[in-house]
C-alpha cells in the first residue's frame, strides 16, 4: 500500500472479524469486511474478495504473500472478472507453482534437483515405497504453499503413517489442497534462494541471492543478503538457471527460486514460489529497488525499467521476524493486548510493522509482529546494528521472540558464518549462555516512565528556580532510568 500511496494508486483492504482493528485496515483508502476469523470463511474465499473488488471498482488484487497467492484457480477467477492479478499468470503458476511440477519443470530444463517424487503421493504405503527407494531421511511436504507449513522430517518407515497424515492435514488446512510429495533429506546443506522479476514483454532478470539458513522446524527466523559464502561465479550460475526455468514456463512477475547448496558449492533445485515473499525487503536494501513497485508495474504491462548490468549489490542486510511467541516457553503462541511499544530506528534500520499500542494480536493466524532489517556496508557492521535495534524495541504486554535474536547475533558460529539449514536447532539444544544484558521488570519500567513524563510536564516554576543546563537535564533523566 506505501508503493500504491507513492505510485498516486488509492487502495482497498479487506479484513476477517480477527482483524478489524488490524494495521493494514487503518492505512488504506477504504477497508471491507470479508468474514469470520477462521481463513476458509475470509481470506481464503476467492469469491467473496472479487466481489469487493467489483463493489469498490478496484481493477487489480494483490495477493500479499499466503493464502490465494499462489492459487492458480483465484488468478484465473480474476481474469474472468476483469479484475488484473499481480503476480503470475495462473498457466505459470500451475507450471511451477505447485512443487511436484516444479520439480518436473526442473528436470526438463536439466536443472539439478533433490531427489524424490516429481508427482503427489496417493498414500502412506507409496511414500513408504519412494522413501525406500532414495533412503531415509526423507522430507513430506506439501505441494502447495510454503512457508514451513505441511512439512514433515522422516527418519525411518515407522515414522512415516504419522508423518503423512500430519502433512497432508496441515497441508489442507494452510493451503486448501492436501497433497504432499517426497523428497531426500539432504543433512547440513545451506538454504539459498534467487529472486527473479519477469515483464510481460520476454525479460526476465535477477536481483542476486538471499540465505535463508537459520530455521525452526522449518520456518525461516533470519534472513540476510548477499550470502556469505555465494561467489560471484555461483551467483551467476544459480541466477541464470532460474532464469531459464522462469522463462521456459513463461513467467511474469516476482518468483524466487529456492535452492540448497552443499559444502562443495554444489546447488539443488528445490522449489519455486511463485509469489513475493516475506524477505524481500532484503533484496531491496541492497539493490536499491522497491520490488512491490516492480511488481505493478509489470501488472501495468510496462517492460523492467533495469537489465541485469544495471543490477550491483551494495552492502549487507539481515532480516528478523519478529513473533508474538514465548521462547522460553517452547516458543508457545502470545496472542494479546500490546501495551506499550518503542520501535527502533536510526541509520540503516528498517521496520515493517503490523503492531501499534492498543492492538490485539489474534490468535486464529501466524502471530509474526514485524520484520526488522538491519542495513550496512559488511556483513558483521550489520549484525552489530540489529543488535542496536534489538536492544531499542520494546513490546509490551505479550511474550516475544526478540530474546532469541539477541543469542543468535551473539553467537560465534553465526557472525562467522558457519551455519546451515540445522543450526538453529543445534543451537537451541545448548545452554544459553549468561545473558549479560538484565531484563528489567515491566512495572518497574513503567514506574520510570511515569516519573519521567511526570517531571518533563512542569513547570519551570515548578520544577527549578532557573533554567537547568540540558547536561544537568540529560543526567535527571539517566537518573530516572537508573
Not at 487489480?60 to 474472468?80: M, W
Request: charged share 25%.
Amino acid at each position: 500500500m506505501r508503493a500504491c500511496r507513492e505510485m498516486g494508486l488509492a487502495t482497498v483492504a479487506v479484513y476477517s472479524d480477527a482483524d478489524r482493528a488490524a494495521l493494514h485496515v487503518l492505512y488504506a483508502d477504504e477497508a471491507y469486511r470479508l468474514g469470520p476469523a477462521p481463513a476458509t470463511q475470509s481470506y481464503l474465499r476467492g469469491d467473496l474478495i472479487l466481489d469487493i473488488a467489483r463493489r469498490s471498482g478496484a481493477d487489480a488484487i494483490h495477493p500479499g504473500y499466503g493464502f490465494l497467492s499462489e492459487n492458480a484457480d483465484f488468478a484465473d477467477a480474476c481474469t474472468k472478472a476483469g479484475v488484473t492479478f499481480i503476480g503470475p499468470p495462473a498457466s505459470a503458476m500451475r507450471a511451477l507453482g505447485s512443487k511436484t511440477l516444479a520439480r518436473q519443470a526442473a528436470d526438463k530444463a536439466k536443472m539439478p534437483r533433490v531427489p524424490g517424487s516429481v508427482t503427489g503421493l496417493k498414500d502412506v504405503d507409496e511414500a513408504q515405497r519412494v522413501a525406500a527407494e532414495i533412503g531415509y531421511p526423507v522430507m513430506l511436504k506439501a505441494a502447495a504453499g510454503g512457508g514451513g507449513k505441511g512439512m514433515r522430517a522422516v527418519t525411518g518407515p515407522e515414522d512415516m503413517p504419522s508423518a503423512f497424515m500430519g502433512a497432508s492435514s496441515e497441508a489442507e488446512r494452510s493451503f486448501g489442497s492436501g497433497e504432499v510429495y517426497l523428497e531426500k533429506l539432504i543433512e547440513r546443506p545451506r538454504h539459498i534462494e534467487i529472486q527473479l522479476m519477469a515483464d510481460m514483454h520476454g525479460n526476465c532478470i535477477y536481483l542476486g541471492e538471499r540465505e535463508c539458513s537459520v530455521q525452526r522446524r522449518h520456518q525461516k527466523v533470519i534472513e540476510e543478503a548477499p550470502s556469505a559464502v555465494v561467489s560471484e561465479d555461483l551467483r551467476r550460475r544459480m541466477g541464470e538457471a532460474a532464469v531459464r526455468l522462469a522463462l521456459s514456463a513463461g513467467y511474469v512477475n516476482a518468483g524466487t527460486i529456492e535452492f540448497l547448496v552443499d559444502a562443495e558449492q554444489n546447488f539443488y533445485f528445490l522449489e519455486m514460489n511463485t509469489r513475493l515473499q516475506v524477505e524481500h525487503p532484503v533484496t531491496e536494501m541492497v539493490t536499491g529497488l522497491d520490488l512491490v513497485e516492480m511488481q505493478l508495474r509489470i501488472a501495468m504491462g510496462e517492460p523492467l525499467g533495469v537489465r541485469q548490468e544495471d543490477i550491483h549489490l551494495r552492502g549487507h542486510a539481515i532480516e528478523c521476524r519478529i513473533y508474538a511467541e514465548d521462547p522460553d516457553n517452547n516458543f508457545f503462541p502470545s496472542p494479546g493486548l500490546i501495551t506499550r511499544l518503542t520501535q527502533p530506528g536510526g541509520p540503516g534500520i528498517r521496520e515493517d510493522s503490523a503492531v501499534y499500542p492498543g492492538w490485539v494480536v489474534p490468535l486464529d493466524y501466524d502471530p509474526m509482529l514485524s520484520k526488522l532489517i538491519a542495513y550496512a556496508p559488511t556483513r558483521l557492521a550489520a549484525i552489530d546494528r540489529m543488535l542496536r535495534a534489538l536492544d531499542e524495541y520494546v513490546i509490551g504486554g505479550i511474550k516475544t521472540n526478540i530474546s532469541l535474536f539477541r543469542r543468535i547475533l551473539t553467537d560465534e558460529d553465526f557472525r562467522a558464518a558457519r551455519i546451515d539449514t540445522g543450526y538453529l536447532e543445534r543451537l537451541l539444544s545448548t545452554a544459553p549462555a549468561a545473558d549479560n544484558k538484565t531484563e528489567v521488570p515491566e512495572d518497574i519500567v513503567a514506574l520510570a516512565a511515569a516519573l519521567f513524563s511526570a517531571s518533563t510536564q512542569l513547570t519551570p516554576s515548578e520544577s527549578e528556580p532557573t533554567q537547568p543546563s540540558r547536561w544537568a537535564q540529560a543526567g535527571r533523566q539517566e537518573a530516572l532510568r537508573a
